[in-house]
């Protein structure tokens, strides 16, 4: 079972009230079980269970709310791993299925880590003078390279 009983009366009643795609998305956010189902259950489940509510016909209001509440629980793995589920579910099955994959593309934040190292170049300027030439000469140590 996906949620139990208390958390499935959230989720519809979630549902019921909602009169957006964003005010769905949103909400069924920030119930805790939805979170949780994207660590609890792995993407290849998540197909099958989203594929196995929006088959049925006619599908009963607890069907669209948990399907809508797989979409949201879709929304908190990683970005890539999201968007290949979205990609991959028939979304024009739920009236706000790609309102939903929408507002996550529009609303998420990526993120890119770049691995850099750090070197430090110091540069140690000496100069000297040349009597013969009466001229002063910078030496470059780091690459010993000799200008006048």
């Known amino acids: 079972m996906l ?9 519809v009643s979630t549902y019921l009230v909602a009169n957006t795609p964003n005010y769905l998305y949103q909400r069924l956010r920030q119930i805790p079980s939805v979170q949780s189902l994207a660590t609890r259950i792995e993407c290849q489940d998540m197909i ?6 929006t088959s049925k016909k006619p599908s009963s209001v607890e069907d669209i709310s948990l399907a ?5 629980a879709i929304t908190f793995l990683d970005y890539r791993k999201a968007i290949e589920l979205f990609d991959v579910l028939d979304l024009s099955k739920l009236e706000w299925g790609r309102d939903f994959r929408d ?15 750090a070197r430090l ?9 040349d009597s ?8 470059q140590l780091h690459n010993d390279r000799s200008e006048t």
Do not use: P
């Open 3 to 11: 949620v139990d009983d208390i958390t499935l009366s959230i989720i």
């Open 48 to 53: 099958g269970e989203f594929q196995k509510l």
């Open 68 to 72: 809508y509440a797989i979409l949201a």
């Open 103 to 117: 507002i996550y593309v529009k609303s998420s934040r990526i993120i890119n880590f770049f691995n850099l190292q």
């Open 121 to 129: 170049s110091t540069r140690q300027d000496i100069i000297t003078t």
């Open 132 to 139: 013969s030439t009466n001229t002063l000469l910078l030496k």
